[in-house]
Structures are given as C-alpha cells and as structure tokens.
C-alpha cells in the first residue's frame, strides 16, 4: 500500500514571500501520478498542480512549482510571491498507475497562513 | 462547464437512521469517486464508480454503499449511522479517456452530522 507523509501541520510565510511544502511518500510502483490539492475554509477542494512520474521535468503552475526528486521519493511544493489568498490546507495525494480505475492516497495535509 | 455538484450540502441525522448523498459530475466526465474527511482520519477512499459499476472500493464496512446511474451521476448511502460517520463526504469526478491517471476534480462536499 502507498503512503503520503506531510512533515510540517502548519506553516506560515509573510506576503509576497517564498515558501516550500513538504512530501514524501512511499511506493513500489514505477508509474504513478502526484497531486497537490488545495482546500480553503470554504473546503472545495481544488488542483492546483499534477506530476506524472514519467516526467522528469518539474511540473509549473504560474507561481506554483513542484521539485520531484524520484530516487528520494519526495515531492515539494514552491508557492512564489505568496498572497492572502493562498491561506488554505494543502494536501499532497498519490495515485498509482492501474489497468482500470484510481484513487487518490492524501497526506495528513499542511495548514499554510499567509500573514499580511 | 459547471462543477462537480453535491447536494445536500449540510445534513443533520440521529444515529441508526440511513443518508442518501448525491453527486453530479463535470459534464463528459465518467468516474466518480467518493471521500470521507474526517479530522482524525484524514481523507480516505470510499469507492469508485465507472459506467454504472463500482471499480475500486476502500476499506470501509458494508454499511457504505453507492451507486452509479448512466447518466453518471452517483449516490452513496450510508446505513445504521454512527456518531463516527460524521464527517465532509467529498465526490470527485474525472474524465477517464480508457487511461488512468487522469485529475479528479472535487465538489463542495456534503456536511454529515450524526448526533
């Protein structure tokens, strides 16, 4: 079975600064997607980026930028120029590669606050 | 194209009673997959619906069921409810092109208290 872990439960980054959110998580599979989902207190769930493991080009997302480090199993999130509304609960999940049908395995989540 | 929509989008239940929650996909899209979120449990998998057949199911009891109609609109029911099945319900849908690894796309969810 897969597992997603998110070290950190909360972090806070000033406006317009740069703050990095950690994954890590563990797998034997070779193909398989990520995702880092977003949920502010309106608690809509909402993508805001998608890796295929395939790929070793980092995924980008306008501010949004993923480091996916295979061999290390890990799969950090770079939020750049930071703003008020990106105060939300970030989930990292994982899906395997499957013949039919999928699911997404979330992390623990990481409650970002960005202070004005 | 509209959302992913849930309707109720808050519900009061006693415990021993049944729910009924339903989700309406993206326009288009065929698989449907439902969530519990809970504080302590985190997000975990319910089940997985694709042209009307459940494909994948997580390890939840007997109780959790659903269904998929061929429209792909989806319900999932839960029996004899407990104190510990409150919780955000979460649907997600996505295309699902005959390859998997395609994005799930969230609704608002639907708010399950059991008192």
């Known amino acids: 079975a897969q597992t997603v872990t998110q070290s950190q439960p909360e972090m806070s980054v000033q406006e317009a600064e740069t703050v990095t959110l950690s994954c890590t998580y563990d797998t034997s599979e070779s193909n398989y997607y990520l995702f880092w989902y977003k949920q502010p207190p309106s608690r809509q769930m909402i993508l805001v980026i998608r890796q295929e493991a395939y790929k070793q080009q980092n995924a980008t997302e306008n501010r949004f930028s993923v480091n996916f480090q295979k061999a290390a199993k890990s799969f950090s999130l770079k939020i750049s120029d930071s703003q008020l509304g990106d105060t939300a609960m970030y989930f990292c999940a994982f899906m395997k590669r499957e013949t039919s049908g999928s699911r997404l395995t979330f992390g623990e989540g990481t409650q970002l606050t960005v202070n004005p | 194209k509209a959302g992913v929509t849930q309707t109720p989008r808050y519900l009061i239940k006693t415990r021993g009673q049944q729910v009924t929650l339903s989700c309406s996909p993206i326009?288009?899209?065929?698989?449907v997959s439902w969530y519990q979120q809970t504080p302590g449990q985190g997000l975990q998998f319910l089940f997985e619906?694709?042209?009307?057949?459940?494909?994948n199911k997580g390890n939840f009891p007997g109780r959790f069921s659903g269904r998929q109609f061929s429209n792909s609109r989806s319900e999932m029911n839960v029996s004899t409810l407990e104190l510990g099945d409150s919780a955000l319900y979460l649907c997600?849908?996505?295309?699902?092109?005959?390859?998997?690894?395609?994005?799930?796309?969230f609704g608002p969810g639907t708010r399950l208290t059991v008192l």
């Open positions: 997600a849908s996505s295309l699902d092109r005959g390859r998997t690894g395609d994005t799930q796309y």
């Open positions: 619906y694709f042209s009307e057949t459940q494909r």
């Open positions: 326009s288009g899209h065929r698989s």
